[in-house]
T-cell receptor, first 115, second 113 residues
Framework: ETGVTQSPTHLIKTRGQQVTLRCSSQ?????VSWYQQALGQGPQFIFQ???????GRGNFPPRFSGLQFPNYSSELNVNALELDDSALYLC??????????????FGPGTRLTVL | GENVEQHPSTLSVQEGDSAVIKCTYS??????FPWYKQELGKRPQLIID?????GEKKDQRIAVTLNKTAKHFSLHITETQPEDSAVYFC????????????FGKGTKLSVIP
């Protein structure tokens, strides 16, 4: 069984730039959630994708957007980067049963630094 | 709201002692409560979870208890070992149809040899 993988591991950008982060879900999982973890804080939910559609969103502005592909992998895109976007971005996959998602398993994260 | 309060923020225990971390939540519709362990520079790893139809769950040295009336749940680690040192996060999720986990701010556990 393959775990959740993310790329790249680290990324440095400047304010105003755009970034794309990638996630491959665990084998057999069709639901992907994205979280932002600032230093010293717990992860904060950004959004979730199931069957290539966004089906839940946290309190993040529209410049945070995403995609899910037919193979269940996913991308997180952030436009017009701000200094406060510097954080660890975590992807979590889960098997979806019925209408509610089940246990979420996290990838290693992408450390984004905005200068 | 969906806030989760976690205490303490830091905890130091002697090797072999027990550690207890407590979380309280506000949304009575919450029905799933996982605990994650995050070592420095690594991903959060699920260590145990409990659903609202159960009051207690154990897995070797780790146990979680849930009090739905008081809206709090706790992580208990017995016979602590140095490798238990990490940041622990509690989380909660609302019922069917909800997609997000809401996390506490974490507890940094240090086990002193």
């Amino acid at each position: 069984e393959t775990g959740v993988t993310q790329s790249p591991t680290h990324l440095i950008k400047t304010r105003g730039q755009q970034v794309t982060l990638r996630c491959s879900s665990q084998s057999g999982h069709n639901t992907v959630s994205w979280y932002q973890q600032a230093l010293g804080q717990g992860p904060q939910f950004i959004f979730q994708y199931y069957r290539e559609e966004e089906n839940g969103r946290g309190n993040f502005p529209p410049r945070f957007s995403g995609l899910q592909f037919p193979n269940y992998s996913s991308e997180l895109n952030v436009n017009a980067l701000e200094l406060d976007d510097s954080a660890l971005y975590l992807c979590a996959s889960s098997p979806q049963r019925g209408l509610s998602t089940d246990t979420q398993y996290f990838g290693p994260g992408t450390r984004l630094t905005v200068l | 709201g969906e806030n989760v309060e976690q205490h303490p923020s830091t905890l130091s225990v002697q090797e072999g002692d027990s550690a207890v971390i407590k979380c309280t939540y506000s949304d009575s519709a919450s029905n799933y409560f996982p605990w994650y362990k995050q070592e420095l520079g690594k991903r959060p790893q699920l260590i145990i979870d409990i659903r609202s139809n159960v009051g207690e769950k154990k897995d070797q040295r780790i146990a979680v208890t849930l009090n739905k009336t008081a809206k709090h749940f706790s992580l208990h680690i017995t016979e602590t070992q140095p490798e238990d040192s990490a940041v622990y996060f509690c989380a909660q999720r609302k019922g069917a149809g909800s997609y997000q986990l809401t996390f506490g701010k974490g507890t940094k556990l240090s086990v002193i040899p």
